[in-house]
């Protein structure tokens, strides 16, 4: 068995979210056909991130065992062939050794989220944007922001779903950058909540539209209460961007 | 009548084109639709540019005239309301004098042709990019580009349905950008023969490829025949960017 790593982007409209589920078509199950229409073979796809139904990525990492030896290069251009219909595109194969696990392995995750602040509705970004023709402020957006870089509980930031053992996590970067009409949150930590990212922005978006004031992120942090916390920002605007492993610092 | 100038923005995908043709639905048919249903007025929406089929707008220019005095926001907004199901967006509506026309006025137009080289295929740009894997020399474009700068007879760079009384056009721009695995060809001038740019780029293609050696593109221009060309790049690589009007500087 050789393992091979597949870093992939994806349109996330059309499907479930990356986990498979009986409720529709999961990039996970795409993936996992498209390889076995590639080589026959049925294998399990891991990926860094589970995204939800919606979200976009531009850098999602997976891997996959094959017991057949096949060159990288033909593993990325057979699942694009087989991939060809669906909005998921494999950006490169490499062989990695068996130690390699996409998720368990991953040393940080980085994801943004993108608002587009200007009166007319997206034309070209329509479901990969979150579209506030009402204007932000950024700046207030990105001073709130700061409280929440570190070492903290994340509970108000944590959806009712999540499955992690602690709300304990550390943020490494929490960026507001505004470019024009356009604002864009980027985050990194070694790993999320369920809904962390979204709240984060949902929440730092009732500063910018000034309904709270900037200190409001702070005790919302404080009061580790979801209840307390802003509303869970659209899946449309998230992009899982990049995934660092302790082996990339090594090559 | 009051005139109104509208800045638009359209995925050309869905659409035959600018036109008003019996084969299809048109951008203008589209956005006539939409003046109908906002104020029960029968318009002729006049464009700066007719693109054709699959090609994209960030920047096409149109005017209308009608009876009833709006204001431009309202007009904007009631728009792009009832062009939600369309991939047809108004940027931003302007008052203007009855002497402007968004096509006889314009001084100058601004086209980008995109080019994506990578490996993979495209995901978020499917349809609003040409995809070329093999990759381009970019440079060997860039300096061939340099023949077709100037006041010139493009015959060779001429669609057989062009329907200009002259082949000669001054071409005042003509720039190859490489960004990473993106090409991007940006054109500028007064007006273009019907299919000009794609057909430059189709010829820039074939030195960036190394199937033609880079004098190929002054000698094609000399040859004064469509045949000699390149062929057509398809159109879905095209976005007619921006319109210059002599009353823009006087603002």
Redesign the interface.
């Known amino acids: 068995m050789l393992r091979y790593r597949l870093d992939l982007?994806?349109?996330g409209r059309p499907y479930v979210g990356w986990q498979r589920q009986d409720n529709g078509v999961s990039i996970q199950e795409v993936l996992e056909r498209a390889v076995f229409s590639f080589c026959g073979e049925t294998v399990v796809v891991f990926g860094a991130g589970r995204t939800d139904s919606g979200v976009?990525a531009l850098g999602q990492v997976a891997h996959i065992d094959l017991a057949k030896t096949v060159a990288p290069?033909t593993v990325?251009?057979a699942l694009?062939y087989f991939l060809?219909h669906d909005?998921?595109?494999?950006?490169?194969t490499t062989l990695v050794d068996g130690e390699f696990h996409a998720r368990f392995s991953a040393v940080w995750r980085r994801y943004e989220y993108r608002i587009l602040t200007?009166?007319?509705?997206?034309?070209?970004e329509?479901g990969?944007v979150w579209h506030l023709p009402g204007g932000l402020n950024a700046a207030a957006m990105s001073r709130a922001a700061k409280a929440l870089v570190g070492r903290h509980d994340f509970t108000s930031f944590r959806s009712a779903n999540c499955q992690a053992a602690s709300p304990i996590k550390t943020l490494d970067e929490l960026r507001v950058i505004r470019d024009g009409d356009r604002i864009t949150v980027h985050a990194k930590a070694r790993s999320f909540l369920h809904n962390q990212v979204r709240i984060m922005v949902g929440s730092l978006k009732r500063v910018g539209d000034g309904s709270w004031p900037e200190h409001a992120i702070r005790e919302m942090l404080a009061a580790r209460d979801r209840t307390k916390g802003g509303p869970t920002a659209p899946a449309e605007g998230l992009f899982f961007v990049a995934v660092g492993y302790a082996s990339d610092d090594a090559r």
Do not use: G, I, K, W
């Open positions: 982007e994806y349109d976009h290069e990325t251009n694009n060809r909005s998921v595109v494999v950006l490169r200007r009166r007319a509705p997206p034309t070209f329509r990969r």
